[in-house]
């Protein structure tokens, strides 16, 4: 099998279950009890979230578990959107956000506030001349994604996020950074970013966990009420389990980061290669901003659908588009908002590498890629 | 180690993480996903949710997984409150509902609800006449739990359910069943529910999964939106590990409720009969409506910190009060609502036992008891 959908999801990290399983057993208690289980459970709770928040250099304070990047993203901005310390009625996104962004924002447009779309450019990365004619005094929040999680693309974050408080101080700067952690570093001092979203199981931790990071004196309002988790802005009791495996993952991930950066390079290279040597009718998604980690290839005007199937006859599993939208037909909104013709954007499959992909399978990989593009041409 | 700390959490059955380990690794795809790791994990995800509501008689599309009983009871709250096809703006629930339920409705009653509280006897059981005074045109949802998690006490819920269905058959009632599940039957087309919450980690399941079951025709607004997944209601990439394991362990506990429940019967009698004979001083929580899963008792003056911390010491694990307040020093909400003497409340441990829990180990467990009890009398 070749596995190269990552970005949908990873299988969880073999040094990663090993170190979080106790606490569905052994170690079971739920982190309120006052015994020693609960002690305990309590405790590895908060190593995990110090050492997430050591991540960032900020304190643990900063660190709210919770279950889903969905969640995070819809934390941050319902939460920001509901505190009643913050001034301004006017929201604003990439037109390139994950649906966890553009639902939650068009929620909070019927409920008095007004929302904008940022312009993204045709290599796939914001356009910072229209952020900056629709920012305003009334505006209170902008979220951008670190990294795109249908084409790959880089946000320019430092340079959003140095431009927004030069202009206006007060704007809150959220970035979800699920397809980015422990792929490109994410500085939230120097990027000047207040709230970023995370997950655990693009990173081979399980699904079911995930974080909303946030600056000091960052003050918004908590969704789920009740217990008082999470300092108050996340009730439930804690996924031990999950909490303690999404921080060791983040720690092994980020430990590899750079060399892994530098070996998919090379990897995705030899892709590239490949592909315009031997298949030559495959469109490629070429921009500066993609990384490494992502590929985005068509066969016009074969569909997404069919060309994923043929490739995983031969053992190859990719994804068409987002995983996330998957399931629905139309054209994403990614691809229309980067303004690629439709007619490539129907064919569109993302290839999404990770550590595990190695440049030895590459030789019996491209042969059984070779195969099915093959099989595909005689379907045109 | 005597643990008698179930209702605030359990360890995952070795049965139900045999089942489920695997969605963690070997069969780690995302449902989303169009190739067979995908569709192997949205069809693991649609046989647990197909069983889970056969045992309420339902179909899967009446069944939506979240994180934790505490998203459920919020989704189910918050949800009926912004359903734009359904009238009143009345929500009641009783005095001793878990705090994910009253916290929510104190920010109901904030935006533009008004709320009330059902009396409860000091049964510990609500008072339905109560109730039937609070009700009007006006009222728009019920909430009241299956079973306290505090003392342990079964609401009537059929009795609630078809007096409000006869009286204004508009009333939503939603049942908090985290505590009651796999405990007692809970029938709710019999009694009348609309929704109902469930949690894993009560039953034998990890910690991070739970579900809202709805009855046919009840319409209410998702919070977490996104990608769609949970039919619209809850978006965020599903927990496929959670789900397997929560369906899982619902069906083992289901099969043996019955007999469980009868052997527990037993079980507390030896309890109550040990503790009349020879702790005099002690004074239990005694209602009719109390399962015999859980046993409350104190000893007063001794605060009921110190007196868990020396049945731990004798490796007996017990909780004050909810487990979810337990860190808070107050006498819980839900002693003051049944009328409890501050003076016994702030003694009062609670003993929540399991089919793990048997008549064997009972003789040295007593003698353990004893001698932390004879400890504390020196501290009198």
Chains 1, 2 share one sequence.
């Not at 779309?117 to 045709?122: A, D, K, S, W």
């Not at 699904?207 to 000091?216: N, P, T, V």
Request: charged letters at 20%.
């Amino acid at each position: 099998m070749f596995y190269l959908d990552n970005a949908a999801t990873t299988p969880v990290l073999s040094a990663v279950l090993e170190k979080s399983l106790p606490y569905l057993n052994e170690h079971f208690g739920n982190p309120s009890s006052l015994h020693h289980l609960g002690v305990g459970a309590a405790r590895a709770v908060k190593t995990a979230r110090e050492a997430l928040a050591n991540m960032f250099h900020l304190s643990k304070e900063n660190v709210i578990f919770c279950s889903s990047g969905t969640e995070a993203n819809h934390l941050a901005l319902w939460g920001i959107a509901h505190s009643s310390r913050l001034k301004g009625n006017h929201i604003i996104a990439s037109s390139i956000e994950h649906p966890s962004v553009l639902r939650t924002l068009e929620a909070l447009q019927t409920r008095d506030y007004h929302t904008s779309l940022i312009r993204v450019l045709p290599t796939g990365v914001i356009d910072i001349a229209h952020l900056e004619t629709l920012i305003s005094e009334e505006t209170r929040l902008v979220s951008c994604m670190a990294v795109n999680n249908e084409i790959g693309t880089k946000q320019p974050l430092e340079e959003i996020g140095t431009m927004l408080k030069k202009k206006y101080p007060h704007i809150i700067f959220h970035v979800d950074a699920v397809q980015a952690f422990t792929k490109i570093p994410l500085l939230m001092k120097s990027g000047k970013i207040d709230l970023l979203s995370i997950s655990g199981h693009k990173i081979g931790a399980p699904k079911g966990i995930a974080a909303l990071i946030f600056a000091d004196n960052i003050s918004f309002s908590p969704v789920i009420l009740g217990g008082g988790q999470e300092h108050g802005m996340r009730s439930g009791t804690e996924n031990v389990f999950g909490i303690v495996a999404l921080a060791e993952a983040a720690f092994l991930k980020e430990q590899k980061r750079e060399s892994v950066f530098e070996s998919l390079i090379h990897y995705k290279q030899q892709w590239l290669e490949f592909l315009s040597s031997e298949c030559a009718q495959i469109e490629v998604f070429h921009s500066p901003a993609v990384l490494p980690y992502f590929l985005s290839v068509a066969f016009p005007p074969i569909p997404a659908e069919v060309f994923l199937h043929h490739l995983e006859a031969e053992g190859i599993y990719v994804s068409s588009g987002s995983a996330c939208s998957s399931k629905k037909t139309q054209i994403s909104h990614v691809s229309q908002a980067i303004g690629m013709s439709p007619y490539i954007a129907k064919s569109m499959i993302r290839l999404s590498f990770s550590a595990k992909n190695s440049l030895e399978d590459q030789h019996d990989m491209f042969r059984r890629f070779s195969k099915a593009v093959g099989q595909l041409k005689e379907l045109i």
